[in-house]
């Protein structure tokens, strides 16, 4: 027997199960107070997963909110759809909108490597699929821990294999992402995708129930047991604890959170499906299921729209027949949608549901009042204001404090740290950075991706950015990069945000496009400890602080908390996505040289910056100082330059400068189209120069005629510039110091994670 | 007239938006099919594009061989009519044994995509005969189920027939006598497992050397006519 | 309701990379001395009675479409537990 | 040389994505009343005897390598052909 409001009403003692799921007292009574009695257990599972930090944000939202008080415009048009929609949206131009959101998939890759990942990349899909978008794109930025670690030969591939087969099954072209490792990742790898959608103006759908008498339809895949109550647990904090309780058979419970199998196939008919039933005209309101599922789906839509929502639960078709309401309402199966629907449209809908083999059921409607109420055989089991349910959960205000040991990790600076001296040293120094997992060749990953499909993936990786053309005829296109730089944000979180935010930035930027907006996903350990809600409230206030010195606005994104393994968190770990928009993609720039005898410049100034640098991880590992000194202003101006340059056809490549400064950027571009280069550091000290991590910085190639066209934009834009070379040879050569075979690097940067792989078996 | 080039969609197809895109840049009227459907259109020639028909699940292309347009694509096929299939397209034309042999797990077991360089080992099919013999060219090659295999008579008879029609250079997949595609006797029926539609545009590709396949059939309707 | 179980393997004549990945992967755990071949396994509800000509039925769909008989062999029978 | 068949499936409670897909295939086929669960199945050529010792060592690979069981069950026996 359910048990129903009635019966709730009748039997207002009797004990609940708050605390199993997550609920701490003060919330189980807030619920009691605005229900005026106890809540049923559908209730309470609605509520418990929807309070979850996960789902409503409640150790992030006061200070997220402060991304609101930036400015809702791009550079080149108006936000459309901002926070608090399933992804934000901008206005390109030429009618075209832009819809781009990343999200963690974190502690179910940890378990379920494969299918951690691959439900990921579907759930984000379903995101911007909901806006009324074509998702036409997705990158993934990825973090584990050390190469060689064992646990790394068990979730890496997974995960890759994962993110390949759900994506390259739904025809999205992979086009950029990272592959980072640090050993704060060994028990918490991060998994984050982020999905690029496309939509003219007039398709723009949000996630609202309007209109009393309208259908809610529930459509895709049936519903299962999945991952119940996965949503308060995975990010919750009793993680930790069942994990490890579970894996060593110890422990009460295992509350590990049950895995969701992900069914790319089913998703690729529900793109489908759904981009017919909005070119029919007949959504009223769209919404995608994914966490807390229907709970979620039903109390978000109810209260976006202007009265309230009936649900018959027993018309949900099932996959599995003994499931309890509760559970109907918790469960997270995937590849599912809801749909607000008028009567009159209802039989074309379902038509083409079923023309696409898609599973499509009336199970409610639209009502005038102002409550959900949901049935299980014949007596109501909820009956809530959705509001509660949905927005109005708890916010908490931790607290948080600069922890005692950030002064002493910014007075370990790296001045004391051996440096390489004279040429042999210095080239010794570059194979061996090169053949380090964090700035070696990607392409065991990358190569399981498909780059090529829909055909308009004008750059994917290896370059800075992706950029996908959105309309063949004028050669409109977007760009999108993401970057993180967890080792800078741990020495100066505030510092460190803006460090990934201004990468994403100029790797956008490099490409010809213009950046025109955000995304992010702050991944952070736990926000109980003070140290973390630190870190956390830094880096926001970075990204702000950032994004409005850059006259950009932040359109969405994720928070994923509690990753840590005992009382070690993660590395605050932001992850930065920067889309940017380019009238004609013919006139993108690439990273390689492309022909010998080039000239080659860089962009900006170099200073001695090493602390957080890939040399002092790699050579010393050590982890201390301040990171390298920002100037968005110079930021800006830069990109600037390089997108005019862009629009000109001046350059033959350009390539940002990072991880592993001057020297990997050189052999990056060298490696590309294994044309070498030859150049000359002048009087600067050569190891500063080629290993320093100073931003603002790129390698730009052209044809030496058009030099003085550069000089004249680097004025007016006043970005230093200097002259380091000449393209050519099949040799990277830093004179007076050495010469390198490009063979010689090509193979030390090419080896090191096919044969951790192959090590391992893979 | 151009001539008229149909592309089956099957549920999962993924790439038969670049073959409809592909077969109108090279001077064609592309025609889209639907699985469903038991007709082909009148078309001149058909094409089973590249995606995961079907997830997929079972065996690539299993499930899509019996698609109701299926038996209208034989039937012409056997009749003479052009046919290309291509990778998901390739193993579907295997399953419905309208070519020999079989598509199979890669040897290194996962997913690849790369720019795959390839030898022409046949021009006298309906889709490779802008092409020349011992040609090196470079297609775009993406899945996790490529590797050709057949049984030794099977084989022999591929090769004494001249019915092998492209090989990989540096097999990426563990292929049988380096196979990346076959034809059916008549060279009408082609299958491939590089995308010749990837290779279309100089924006999106690193050759241009898919257009050849559809210039042949191009010429080879036109010729007809 | 009644199960029918159908086993497709790969022919051994027929490479089977999978197994060869398998086998080599536990020979690096240390599981020495076994050769692995890897196939498929097929569980079959079935409505109703298993008739013989309802497993004569079932034996058809194997060798239409569970199996492919061009690299596969299979084998169907009805499940005893 | 023995045979031990170690057949693995996807829990019940674990979507099946395959077995889904095939389910339609043999009901558009024609054959109705089927409903499939698609998992695999080992076939491991055991050097020497199988001992008791030897088929708990299986277990363990079966546990370890062969079923991820997370999602999947196994089982293990002896091939009585
Ligand atoms: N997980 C991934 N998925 C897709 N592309 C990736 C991934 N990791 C790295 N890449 C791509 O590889 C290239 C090099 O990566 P990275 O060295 O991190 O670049 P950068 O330092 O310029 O951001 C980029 O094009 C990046 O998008
Ligand atoms: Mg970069």
């Not at chain 1, 992804?87 to 390109?92: R, T």
């Not at chain 1, 490409?511 to 995304?519: E, F, M």
């Not at chain 1, 630190?534 to 926001?540: A, D, H, K, L, P």
């Not at chain 3, 071949?37 to 060798?63: M, N, S, Y």
Request: one cysteine or more; hydrophobic letters at 40%.
């Amino acid at each position: 027997m359910a048990d129903t409001v009635k019966n709730a009403a009748r039997t207002l003692d009797q004990p609940q199960p708050w605390a199993e799921l997550g609920l701490k007292e003060d919330e189980y009574l807030r619920i009691r107070d605005i229900l005026g009695r106890r809540p049923t257990a559908a209730e309470l599972a609605m509520y418990s997963v929807m309070w979850s930090e996960h789902c409503s944000y409640k150790s992030s939202k006061v200070h997220l909110r402060k991304f609101g008080e930036l400015t809702q415009e791009t550079p080149v048009g108006k936000m459309l759809a901002g926070i608090g929609e399933n992804a934000g949206v901008i206005d390109v131009g030429q009618g075209y909108a832009v819809t781009f959101k990343v999200e963690s998939h974190n502690h179910p890759s940890y378990v379920e490597p494969y299918q951690g990942a691959a439900t990921g990349v579907g759930g984000i899909v379903r995101d911007i699929l909901a806006m009324g978008a074509r998702p036409v794109a997705v990158l993934d930025p990825l973090r584990f821990g050390p190469l060689d670690a064992p646990d790394t030969a068990r979730v890496l591939p997974g995960v890759v294999a994962g993110v390949g087969g759900y994506g390259n099954c739904l025809g999205l072209p992979n086009v950029g992402g990272e592959v980072v490792f640090d050993p704060s990742y060994a028990g918490n790898p991060l998994v984050n995708a982020l999905c690029v959608g496309v939509l003219r103006h007039e398709d723009l759908h949000l996630a609202k129930a309007t209109g009393a008498g309208n259908l809610v339809i529930l459509y895709g895949a049936a519903t299962g047991g999945d991952g119940i109550g996965g949503v308060s647990v995975l990010a919750s904090e009793t993680f930790d604890a069942a994990s490890d309780g579970s894996a060593s058979g110890l422990g009460g419970p295992a509350k590990r959170p049950s895995v969701q199998v992900g069914d790319p196939f089913m998703e690729k008919l529900l793109i489908e499906c759904t981009l017919e039933i909005f070119a029919a005209r007949i959504v009223s309101g769209i919404q995608d299921l994914g966490g807390a599922g229907l709970s979620c789906a039903t109390s978000e839509l109810a209260s976006a729209g202007d009265g309230g929502m009936h649900v018959n639960l027993d018309q949900v078709p099932l996959r599995d027949s003994t499931l309890s309401p509760e559970e109907i309402l918790m469960s997270e199966s995937q590849e599912r949608m809801m749909a607000v629907v008028e009567p009159e449209h209802v039989e074309q809908f379902l038509r083409i549901c079923a023309k696409w083999d898609v599973l499509a059921t009336v199970i409610g409607e639209v009502t005038d009042g102002d409550r959900l109420t949901i049935d299980w055989h014949g007596e109501t089991v909820v009956d809530v204001p959705p509001r509660t349910v949905a927005h109005d959960g708890p916010v908490y205000q931790r607290p948080y404090a600069r922890p005692a040991r950030q002064d002493r990790i910014q007075a370990d600076g790296v001045d004391v740290l051996p440096r390489p001296v004279g040429g042999e040293e210095l080239a010794a120094t570059v194979l061996r950075l090169v053949a380090s997992p964090n700035l070696c060749d990607k392409s065991w990953v990358t190569d399981q991706y498909d780059r090529y499909v829909r055909g308009n993936s004008v750059l994917a990786q290896p370059e800075d950015a992706g950029m996908l053309r959105i309309d063949p005829d004028t050669g409109l296109g977007v760009a999108v990069s993401t970057d993180g730089n967890g080792r800078f944000a741990y020495l100066d979180p505030y510092a460190g945000a803006q460090l990934s935010l201004a990468e994403a930035y100029r790797n956008v930027a490099v490409s010809g496009a213009q950046p025109v907006a955000i995304t992010d996903c702050l991944n952070f350990g736990s926000p109980e400890d003070p140290d973390v809600m630190w870190q956390f409230s830094e880096t926001v206030e970075g990204l702000v602080g950032g994004c409005r010195e850059l006259g950009i606005p932040v359109t969405g994104g994720n928070v994923s908390f509690y990753n840590q393994t005992g009382e070690t968190a993660i590395l605050p770990t932001p992850v930065v996505g920067v889309l940017g928009v380019i009238d004609d993609v013919s006139h993108r720039t690439s990273v390689g040289f492309r022909r010998a005898g080039e000239e080659v410049f860089l962009l900006g100034d170099t200073r001695d910056e090493l602390a957080g640098s890939v040399w002092a991880d790699v050579v010393h590992a050590h982890l201390g100082g301040r990171p390298p000194v920002l100037d968005l202003d110079h930021e800006r101006r830069l990109a600037e330059l390089l997108v005019r340059g862009a629009g000109r056809g001046l350059f033959s490549s350009a390539h940002d400068l990072a991880d592993g400064g001057l020297i990997q950027a050189l052999v990056e571009a060298s490696l590309r189209h294994g044309v070498g280069v030859r150049v000359d550091l002048g009087v600067a000290d050569p190891f500063v120069a080629l290993f320093s991590e100073s931003t603002g910085r790129v390698v730009v190639s052209l044809p030496a005629d058009r030099v003085p066209e550069l000089i004249e934009l680097a004025e007016a834009a006043r970005v230093p510039v200097r002259r380091l070379g000449v393209t050519g040879d099949d040799v990277l050569e830093v004179e007076g110091q050495f010469t390198l075979p490009l063979s010689e690097i090509r193979a030390a940067w090419q080896a090191p994670i096919p044969a951790a792989m192959a090590a391992a078996g893979h | 007239m151009a001539p008229r080039i149909g592309v089956v969609t099957f549920p999962g197809s993924l790439d038969d938006h670049d073959a409809l895109r592909a077969v109108g840049l090279c001077g064609a009227e592309p025609v889209s099919l639907w699985h469903g459907s038991d007709s082909v259109a009148g078309v001149d020639a058909v094409i089973l594009p590249g995606g995961f028909s079907y997830g997929d699940y079972l065996r690539c292309g299993a499930i899509a061989a019996f698609a109701p347009v299926m038996t209208e694509v034989i039937a012409a096929a056997e009749a003479g009519m052009p046919v290309l299939g291509i990778c998901n397209g390739f193993q579907v034309l295997c399953e419905a044994q309208l070519l020999p042999g079989a598509l199979i797990r890669n040897e290194r077991q996962t997913f690849v995509c790369r720019d795959q360089r390839l030898r022409v080992a046949s021009v006298d099919t309906a889709w490779t005969s802008a092409l020349t013999l011992g040609q090196e060219i470079t297609l775009v090659l993406k899945n996790g189920e490529g590797r050709y295999v057949a049984d030794a008579d099977t084989l022999d008879r591929l090769e004494g027939e001249g019915r092998v029609v492209f090989r990989y250079l540096d097999n990426p997949n563990g292929s049988l006598s380096d196979i990346a595609g076959v034809c059916n006797r008549r060279g009408n029926v082609v299958g491939l497992m590089p995308h010749p539609e990837h290779n279309v545009e100089a924006l999106t590709s690193p050759s241009l050397d898919g257009r050849a396949l559809f210039e042949s059939v191009l010429d080879f309707l036109t010729a007809r006519v | 309701m009644a199960r029918v179980v159908v086993d497709v393997m790969p022919k051994p004549e027929i490479l089977d990379p999978q197994g060869k990945a398998v086998t080599g992967a536990l020979d690096r755990l240390g599981f020495s001395g076994l050769t692995v071949r890897q196939g498929k396994r097929f569980e079959v509800e079935v409505d109703g009675e298993v008739t013989a000509a309802r497993l004569a039925e079932i034996r058809d769909a194997a060798e239409k479409l569970l199996a492919n008989t061009v690299i596969e062999t299979f084998d169907v029978r009805l499940d005893q537990a």
